[in-house]
């Protein structure tokens, strides 16, 4: 029973309208592309002109039938709906049309003179048909959105404001959500397509909410039903994006409930909210504010051949991080016989400013040598899974101010490593599967660094529970 309680059929083939669209489409055009090559070159493709015609129009009549099972999906702009509605159909009956006078029209004199009235008329009518269907799919700006100022202005757009990306100065709404609005969320809530009969465009659409009222409730997040549906676990129905959609981040889910528990503003500067250093960084990783990533921002100069020559005898295997000579990415294979010790990571120090990303994964690491892997200050990546670390070594770690991703699962550690964590306070993903860390534990992560992605292997943190 609950098969067909969850299944909507209408949905489920309307759904391929997008797909099988394509191909009444392409049979018309290649019919027309043929007479204007009878036409020029006096070429014969009479038979071959009914054909894509009668193909054609099939095609489009499974189209059509498709087209209004998904429209009884509901959520689309009335207009923009029956304009492609009844051009589409026209454009199949056209279609079909044509493809009986293409027969006659070498034999009867008015039927010649109409025909390329009508060729002309069909490719109108998909031309609108097509457009609108683009609306319907994409939002009606998806055409010009990337146009120049001028072809924008000559079809009758509104000029885009030039996002501001400098702290000081950019927006809250314009420049932050409602650029993750439309990156995430517009494809279905824009004023051609109001799924759940919500649009979030503008500060009046935003404000009416959706079928089921507010979404948004200034100054509480947590009683925003447009926080909770983007905080539900990824496999919970309601969650939105809907359809595997790319999710938020977890950075701009937290901008969104800042904006929110801000009292969601249309018109306030960043500066004007209150701006703590993690939202900050949140707004970098946006793109406003500061551009440049920790990354980016060193300023060193290349290693010394012979300093990389030495580490590499050690066994270590070196690269350069894409495009930045400058930067090191150095790995210990676990073939290695030898195991890791204090004289070679003694060698490996020699480069330790240019040291970005390590992987030690599978390598038993003693306590007196992750001390060591601590004095690697740039290092923004490390892999230390399975290692044998304890909580004690782990302390050593919270030395790596700048790690944004550590993976150390497979460790014996446990609950005593929180604090640890906690001070690593760029990081941005976490590994802890098959450590003895509770869940109680890791949330307790999750509040000092919401930003933080945690994976414990079975299943990733719910998304409720990690804000
Ligand atoms: C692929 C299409 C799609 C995308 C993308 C999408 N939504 Fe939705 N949204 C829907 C559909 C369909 C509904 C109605 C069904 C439902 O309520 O779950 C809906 C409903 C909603 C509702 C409930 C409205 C009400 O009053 O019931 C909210 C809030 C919402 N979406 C927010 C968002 C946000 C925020 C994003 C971007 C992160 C987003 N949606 C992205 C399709 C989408």
Not at 103 to 110: E, G, H, I, L, M
Not at 367 to 374: F, Q, R, V, Y
Request: aromatic share 8%; glycine share 6%; proline share 3%.
């Amino acid at each position: 029973m609950t098969f067909f309680l969850e299944t909507n059929i209408y949905q489920f083939f309307g759904r391929f309208h997008a797909l099988i669209v394509h191909l009444p489409i392409g049979f018309i055009i290649l019919a027309v592309i043929f007479e204007c090559l009878v036409w020029k070159k006096k070429i014969d493709l009479k038979l071959a002109i009914s054909y894509a015609l009668l193909i054609g129009a099939s095609f489009g009549v499974i189209a059509v039938v498709l087209g209004l099972m998904l429209a009884s999906d509901g959520g689309y702009n009335i207009d923009t709906l029956s304009l492609h509605k009844w051009t589409g159909i026209a454009t199949t009956i056209v279609a079909f049309l044509l493809f009986f006078l293409s027969k006659k029209k070498d034999t009867v004199v008015w039927v010649k003179k109409i025909y390329p009235v009508i060729i002309a008329l069909i490719m109108i009518l998909l031309s609108v048909a097509g457009h609108y269907g683009g609306n319907l799919t994409h939002g009606s700006n998806y055409l010009f959105e990337h146009a120049p100022a001028s072809i924008r202005a000559i079809a009758g757009i509104k000029p885009v404001r030039e996002r501001v990306t400098n702290l000081d100065s950019a927006l809250v709404y314009e420049d932050v959500i409602h650029v993750i609005f439309e990156k995430k969320c517009n494809v279905c809530h824009n004023n051609d397509k109001a799924k759940g009969d919500l649009l979030l465009v503008d500060s009046e659409s935003i404000l009416k909410g959706g079928e089921n009222g507010k979404v948004v409730i200034a100054g509480d997040a947590s009683k925003s039903e447009l926080y909770r549906r983007i905080t539900l676990d990824p496999h919970h129905k309601e969650f939105m994006p809907t359809e595997g959609r790319t999710p938020l981040t977890n950075e701009e889910t937290l901008l969104i409930k800042w904006w929110i528990d801000e009292g969601v503003s249309f018109d306030k500067k960043v500066v004007e909210l209150n701006l703590t250093d993690r939202i900050k960084d949140y707004l970098q990783d946006v793109g406003i504010g500061l551009k440049k990533s920790f990354i980016e921002s060193l300023n060193l100069s290349e290693v010394d051949n012979k300093i990389l020559d030495s580490i590499r005898a050690e066994g270590f295997k070196i690269k350069t991080v894409t495009n930045r000579s400058t930067l090191l990415e150095v790995n210990y294979p676990i073939y290695n016989k030898e195991p890791l010790n204090e004289g070679k990571l003694d060698v490996l120090l020699r480069a330790k400013e240019n040291i970005t990303w390590l992987n030690f994964s599978g390598i038993p690491i003693q306590e007196n040598l992750i001390s060591k892997i601590g004095q690697l200050e740039n290092l923004t990546e490390l892999r230390v899974n399975n290692s044998k670390l304890t909580n004690e070594a782990i302390k050593y770690l919270t030395q790596l101010k700048h790690l944004e991703y550590l993976n150390v699962y497979g460790n014996p550690i446990s609950n005593a490593s929180v604090e640890s964590f906690q001070k690593l306070t760029k990081l941005k993903k976490l590994y802890l599967w098959k450590t003895n860390i509770s869940e109680e534990s890791m949330l307790k992560i999750k509040d000092s660094l919401p930003q933080v992605t945690i994976i414990t292997g079975e299943q990733n943190l719910n998304k409720t529970d990690r804000f």
